[in-house]
């Protein structure tokens, strides 16, 4: 199956500050990319679509100036936590959009905001 | 707006034993994709297995199957010859495939428990 890699895999910061985790595609183009958080023994949810070369979708009761998404090229989008503050530590998980509606994940990325 | 419920948190089988999964989804679609997902320990999202809904069949990946049941909503993934690597947190997932591009809505998951 397709690659797909995120950076970092665990970030730490400090509450107030900005973080930027990258979500590439390695062997493919993908038009559409996801995000996805997951809390401690918990589900994935979905937050945002991430459409290349347009504003992302996000959705309900995301803050789409607090987590901020970019999507330059059809090999990388990215995820900004602005501002962050501890209750938005947890497990961020990007995924691309192959053929026939299969998403290719991403390892995922562990946030602590202190 | 679709849900899918699965209603069992944690599962125990012994090994080399089959074991079914159980997960029910509801939408007012009728073209979608459902999907079982495998997260190991490494928090890895894995593609066990994946079912169109305009297919009667029911999909299977060597010892991994499933029982689409469309009527009844239901989607259960059944593991045979279960092996120690089988442990993990399993996500039944779904999308709509009509609309174009959209993100999966997971349930809750299952703790599989491999027992030697």
């Known amino acids: 199956g397709a690659v797909v890699s995120q950076h970092p895999s665990w970030v730490i910061c400090k509450s107030g500050t900005s973080v930027k985790i990258e979500c590439r595609s390695l062997?493919?183009?993908?038009?559409?990319m996801f995000w996805y958080r997951q809390f401690p023994k918990q589900s994935l949810m979905l937050m945002a679509t991430?459409?290349?070369?347009?504003?992302?979708?996000?959705e309900q009761g995301v803050e789409k100036d607090k987590f901020l998404i970019n999507h330059a090229s059809l090999t990388l989008s990215t995820l900004t936590v602005t501002s962050a503050h501890p209750e938005d530590s947890s497990f961020y998980i990007c995924?691309?959009?192959?053929?026939?509606?299969?998403?290719?994940f991403g390892p995922g990325t562990r946030l602590t905001v202190l | 707006a679709q849900t899918v419920t699965q209603s069992q948190p944690e599962m125990s089988v012994q090994e080399a034993e089959t074991v079914t999964l159980s997960c029910t989804y509801d939408t007012s679609e009728s073209d979608y994709y459902l999907f079982w997902y495998k997260q190991p320990p490494s928090r890895q999202m894995i593609l066990v297995i994946r079912q169109e809904a305009y297919k009667q069949q029911n999909a299977t990946e060597n010892r991994f199957s499933v029982n689409f049941q469309k009527a009844a909503k239901s989607f259960s993934l059944k593991i045979s010859d279960s092996q120690l690597g089988d442990a993990a947190m399993y996500f039944c997932?779904?999308?709509?495939?009509?609309?174009?591009?959209?993100?999966?809505?997971f349930g809750k998951g299952t703790h599989l428990i491999i027992q030697p």
């Open positions: 991430s459409n290349e070369g347009s504003k992302a979708t996000y």
């Open positions: 995924s691309a959009l192959g053929l026939a509606n299969e998403q290719f």
């Open positions: 062997d493919f183009q993908a038009t559409t």
């Open positions: 997932a779904y999308v709509y495939s009509g609309g174009g591009a959209d993100g999966l809505t």
